[in-house]
């Protein structure tokens, strides 16, 4: 790390010659738990985030229940459900990844990661699709609601909400896909091994993250 | 190893630890350093300049009152004016002031860690903060919102005036807040030393701990909050909108979620610092170790569920003002238990009544009379008739201006030694301190009248029978900012011709006196192994024997 090109040569004798660990931690393990603890803490604000969401969900739910069972009724209910799957696959791939890294099986582990983000563009391609229908449809947020299929007062609501939320979990998708595409091309040229691949297993979490709000958002938009 | 700096250089000899000042001393070995307390310096460097800028909106506020009809300028610029400083002061100012900057400089050094968890972490949090703070500063002069920095909506959602790239600004900002919040709670659990158990840990530690709870779990509120009203302007998703089904009570709910929480992200860290200076101007351990610790903790978690007495008002439930009136009172009880433990603390001790205890003495007097306005303001009847007048500006600027500011200054005089290895001049520092504690009340008790007798806040205009209440309290603010120029006077005195100061010249046990002043660039030759509790006085042993070796 670049930490630890910067120091005096003395400081690598001090604690030896691996190259993954930074000056100011003791041992590596020490290391590896800091950036696991950040990750979770990291992953607490996401919650958050989308807690908030889920809030303003709750309460417009709570207001216009007709409305929102009525356009829920009128989303693309096969390609939500298709996503579902698709992402739940993607978050077995990925955890498999980290299994092969540990086996020492780097490239098997590339592959896994390669899999997983050739599924994640299948979600952003599936989400394409159901927006391009949306914006057909008019069943688009607040004042530029026009669907004719459901004329209730709230409906623009649930399209507000919709958008939010899928929206701010694709951004995170393609976040996600940025990270794993860092991951899977630092995996492939040999920086993580058997010995230190916290990196994959904290890209790993990132992604189980965004593929649990999704198992949130498929419920609350589609079915009920 | 242990001599002083002037020892050295009366022999001649080359100092045994370059500083972290003096190790690499081009533009581009500050900008691009992962030394913690090199972004903690440029940290303050940046929250003093906002200081600054804050104050002089404020001092342009004040001066508009001195009549109560229109002067200086108009209505518009006044309400500009106001929404400048409350967001400069918050968001630029008070959030990253004590944990960002003296947090970065000291909390490694006081569990005897090298560096951060996250030193890249750390200086991206410096640049993300900047590059928010530009947007917002320049924001603000181009399009001038006009909202107060509460942003409330509908009025936010409407107003003509440029608030989008001052929301992406507040937005920005808050990711600073997060990574720092992130890094120092890692920090303290994964790089403690040796012997630094739970209950080893520094009190100012505890403080900043508890802050970076409420910045890592809070922000991402408001980052979203901001986000809604930001949509609603751009592409009327109408979240907030009556005439699309949405609810303006809702941002109210949203925005104070984090808002409410944000005054302990400014004043935990304060009274952290007080916690320290306490301890070594009484040269006694601390009163209460565990409910000090404790009571922070207590604080950030209480704080999560109070923010519903922002909304008394604004046709909350009469249970829910209920609960939340009770629920803000707690925070009145675990404030109280700090405020008897520092004064326990001091209670036959053996005072130096210190530029840092002067600020004490101001903080514990701002701190108590803000908590009990507080505690009246959580009383729901009460709060109905003081509400949105200029008793609720006064009270929290007790705590927020006065307290914070107390603790900024306090650890601003406490620190300045271990950060710059020079001392000022203690008797301008006594005065200084005098003049600031006398403006605040000057500045902010005719506050509490004018509020009592129903001036309501950020009115452009009053009766004419205020006005002597709001001259007196352009003149307290006058006061508050002669002191404030004497401190940078000599302070930047002090920073180029103050007289160097041996490692440890308060004679503190605090663990960050370990280490020379200034610090050298790794803090510690040998990881200190600590066999003694934080600011254990009753011990005769010289600080720095437990430097294991």
């Known amino acids: 790390m670049s930490e630890a090109a910067a120091l005096p040569p003395g400081e690598h004798l001090v604690h030896g010659t691996d190259p993954h660990l930074a000056h100011h931690f003791s041992s590596l393990e020490r290391q590896v738990d800091a950036s696991r603890l950040g990750m979770w803490l990291f992953l607490s604000t996401e919650v958050l985030l989308f807690a908030g969401l889920f809030t303003g969900y709750a309460v417009y739910r709570y207001s ?21 799957i698709v992402l739940i696959t993607s978050s077995l791939t990925v955890a498999l990844a980290i299994h092969f890294v540990r086996a020492g099986r780097q490239r098997a582990a590339v592959a896994c990661l390669a899999i997983t983000l050739f599924f994640a563009l299948a979600f952003l391609g599936i989400k394409a699709i159901e927006y391009t229908a949306h914006f057909h449809e ?87 | 190893m242990r001599q002083s700096e002037e020892d050295r250089e009366k022999l001649g000899a080359p100092p045994a630890h370059e500083s972290y000042l003096t190790d690499g001393t081009t533009v581009m070995s500050w900008l691009n350093t992962r030394d913690h307390k ?77 560096d951060v968890a996250f030193p890249r972490l750390n200086l991206a949090s410096f640049y993300v903060y900047l590059a928010g703070a530009v947007l917002a500063v320049w924001a603000m002069v181009h399009g001038g919102a006009d909202t107060g920095w509460t942003f409330y909506t509908p009025y936010s959602t409407t107003t003509p005036t440029m608030l989008f790239p001052l929301l992406l600004g507040v937005f920005i900002i808050g990711f600073s807040s ?32 508890a802050t970076s709870v409420i910045q890592v779990l809070a922000t991402p509120v408001l980052g979203l909050t901001v986000l809604l009203v930001a949509l609603e302007r751009v592409l009327g998703f109408g979240i907030f909108d009556p005439a699309r089904g949405g609810d303006p009570v809702l941002f109210q709910h949203f925005f104070w979620f984090y808002s409410h929480p ?26 209460g170790y565990k409910a000090i610790a404790f009571s922070s903790l207590g604080i950030a978690f209480v704080g999560f569920f ?29 404030t109280a238990v700090k405020v008897f433990n520092w004064v326990g603390t001091m209670y036959r001790g053996a005072i130096s009544f210190k530029t840092p205890f002067a600020y004490i003495c101001g903080f514990l007097f701002f701190l108590v009379f803000g908590g009990m306005t507080g505690v009246a303001l959580a009383t729901v009847a009460l709060d109905v008739h003081w509400h949105d007048t200029y008793f609720v500006v006064a009270h929290f600027h007790f705590i927020m201006v006065g307290a914070v500011i107390m603790g900024f200054l306090a ?54 029978h205020f006005q002597a209440l709001n ?18 006077i000599y302070l930047v005195i002090a920073l180029r011709w103050g007289p160097r100061c041996e490692q440890n010249p308060w004679r503190s046990k605090g663990f960050e006196w370990l280490t020379p002043s200034p610090p050298p660039t790794h803090n510690f030759d040998k990881i200190p192994h600590i066999t003694q509790d934080p600011h254990d006085y009753r011990t005769h042993a010289p600080s720095g024997v437990y430097t294991d070796v």
């Open chain 2, 178 to 209: 997060i990574m720092t919040g992130i890094n120092f709670i890692v920090t303290v659990h994964t790089l403690r030393a040796p012997g630094i158990g739970w209950m080893r840990v520094p009190l100012f530690v505890w403080g900043i701990y």
């Open chain 1, 64 to 84: 216009f229940p007709v409305a929102f069972a009525a356009s829920a009724r009128t989303s693309e209910i096969w390609a939500g459900t298709l996503n579902t």
């Open chain 2, 306 to 334: 109070t923010w519903g007495h922002h909304l008394f008002v604004a046709g909350q439930s009469v249970f829910d003002n209920g609960v939340f009136g009770v629920l803000s009172m707690f925070v009145g009880i675990f």
């Open chain 1, 138 to 224: 008019h069943q688009l947020p607040g004042r530029y609601y026009r669907f004719e299929g459901v004329r209730l007062p709230g409906a623009e609501m649930y399209w507000a909400l919709y958008f939010l939320m899928t929206g701010l979990h694709g951004l995170h998708v393609v976040i996600g896909m940025t990270v794993l595409a860092v991951i899977a091309w630092r995996t492939a040229h040999g920086y993580y091994s058997a010995h230190y691949y916290v990196g994959i297993e904290l890209a790993g979490l990132y992604w189980h993250l965004v593929d649990l709000i999704w198992i949130f958002l498929y419920p609350l938009l589609y079915l009920i």
């Open chain 2, 262 to 287: 944000a005054v302990y992200i400014m004043v935990l860290p304060a009274m952290g610092v007080i916690s320290e200076c306490v301890a070594t101007f009484s040269r006694k351990n601390p009163f």
């Open chain 2, 471 to 488: 001259v007196a309290s352009t003149a307290g603010a006058t006061l508050l900012g002669f002191g404030f120029i004497i401190i940078f």
């Open chain 2, 411 to 464: 650890a601003l005089h406490y620190w300045f030694p271990k950060m710059f290895g020079r001392t000022y001049h203690e008797g301008w520092g006594l005065v200084a301190a005098s003049l600031i504690i006398l403006g605040f009340n000057a500045t902010f008790i005719p506050q509490f009248l004018l509020g009592n007798n129903g001036m309501p806040r950020r009115y452009y205009q009053y009766p004419e």
């Open chain 2, 38 to 114: 090199r972004v903690g310096v440029m940290f303050l460097v940046a929250v003093v300049f906002f200081l600054f800028l804050g104050g002089v909106f404020a001092l342009a506020i004040r001066m508009k009152l001195l009549y109560p009809g229109p002067f200086l300028f108009d209505a518009l610029t006044y309400n500009r004016l106001f929404t400048l400083h409350g967001v400069t002061m918050i968001f630029l100012f008070m959030i990253p002031a004590i944990p960002s900057a003296f947090g970065n400089f000291v909390l490694p050094l006081m569990i005897g860690a090298r």
